[in-house]
C-alpha cells in the first residue's frame, strides 16, 4: 500500500509563505501524476495544482501566480510553494498520487491557517 505523509502546515499570517512537502513510500516515478488539493471547512475538496511525470504543471485560477508546485523525483517527494497567503486559503491540504489506470492515493492532511 502506497503511503503518503503530508508536512509544512502551520498558521502562517495574510501575505506570507508556506512549503508543504509530501514524502511518498514508493517511486514517483511510477505515478501519471502528483496532485495537492485542499479542502475548507464546509466546503468541497477543490484541486489546487497537479505536476505530471514530465514536469508539467497546472493549478486552480485561485492559486495561479502564487502557488508552485515541484518534484524531487530523488527524495519520492512533491512540493507545494505557497506565497501570497490569502485567508481564503485557510484549509486542509492533501497530497495525492494518481496511477496510469487512475487509482489515486491521499495523504491525511495538513492543515494551513492564514489569519487576516
Known amino acids: 500500500q502506497v503511503q503518503l505523509v503530508e508536512s509544512g502546515g502551520g498558521l502562517v499570517q495574510a501575505g506570507g509563505s508556506l512549503r508543504l512537502s509530501c514524502a511518498v513510500s514508493?517511486?514517483?516515478?511510477?505515478?501519471?501524476?502528483m496532485g495537492w488539493s485542499r479542502q475548507a471547512p464546509g466546503k468541497e475538496r477543490e484541486l489546487v495544482a497537479l505536476i505530471g511525470r514530465s514536469g508539467s504543471t497546472n493549478y486552480a485560477d485561485s492559486v495561479k501566480g502564487r502557488f508552485t508546485i515541484s518534484r524531487d523525483d530523488a527524495k519520492n517527494t512533491v512540493y507545494l510553494q505557497m506565497n501570497s497567503l490569502k485567508p481564503e486559503d485557510t484549509a486542509v491540504y492533501y497530497c495525492?498520487?494518481?496511477?496510469?489506470?487512475?487509482?489515486?492515493?491521499w495523504g491525511q492532511g495538513t492543515p494551513v491557517t492564514v489569519s487576516s
Open positions: 514508493d517511486s514517483i516515478t511510477r505515478f501519471n501524476g
Open positions: 495525492n498520487a494518481i496511477t496510469v489506470f487512475s487509482k489515486e492515493y
